[in-house]
């Protein structure tokens, strides 16, 4: 639990320079138990007595005036060290009611609290070593030592032989890990980076890309032969008078196979589609014949 808890990053960090400046050993677990707040926000109120018993460690027995008197030395020395902003008594403690009593404290945005940089490439690279088992002397070392994409190359190798539970990484990985960056050791040929990988994806994409629209322009092409095969049909049979048009469609329908008798005695759906079918047919053959 408690190194999972450190490879997620779940850390306090602690100016310890600071920290060895502080003498009373109050003062000490005041700078550990604010500083965890402070990370969230710079003002703090607690209940006086919560604070003494719980976290500080004072003794039980002391009532507020005491708890008071106790932590006064430890206040003043943060102070003096500008961890947090100085204030009157008045202002540090409030009474609530009878005996219970509350302790302010705000950070004083000078001193030991700043802001932290943001990581460059090299402590992301010693990082990304350390989460794979690598001593941290041992990984700045070799950031130190190495190209930038060398390494990223066999941490890449790395993860993909991890991820296959490579033999040559049973007995020591962070060990091969190492020896693989300083040796520059080859690939296997079944190997595959991230720039592979994403050049491969590019020419998978592309050639769906392709595909697709050869499947859009096919689909077009055929919408537009339907449609212009609809229209010639309605301006065959509107051609006609509507005499003309019923002795047509009677000699149709006379032509039908057994079959499509059937579905035309049926009605219905299948009735309809049948005889527009067979007059779609008719039409479609006489302008054939006439072309």
Known sequence: MVFRSFRAGKLKRLVFAFFRRLNRSVAKILYRFL????????????????????????ARSYDAANLKRKLRPAIEELERHQFIRPASDSERFRKVSSG?????????????????????????????LIDRGVTRSTALETVEKFPKEQIEHQLEVFDWLLSRKDSRLLRNPAGYLVS?????????????????????????EELERRRQARIDRERTRENQKLQARRKAVESFWSSFSQEERNQLEAECLHAANSFERSLLDKGGTLGVATREK????????SLAVAE
């Open 35 to 58: 500083g965890k707040r402070f990370f969230h926000r710079p003002r703090w109120e607690f209940h006086l007595q919560e604070l003494c018993w719980e976290h500080v460690g004072l």
């Open 100 to 128: 219970k009593w509350r302790v302010f404290f705000e950070r004083e945005g000078r001193g030991v609290t700043k802001v932290a940089a943001p990581p460059s490439d090299t402590d992301a690279l010693c990082q990304a």
């Open 180 to 204: 693989a960056i300083r040796s520059e050791y080859v690939a296997p040929q079944e190997f595959t980076g991230r720039r592979e990988q994403a050049e491969q994806k590019s020419r998978a």
């Open 278 to 285: 067979l007059f779609e047919e008719f039409a479609l053959k």
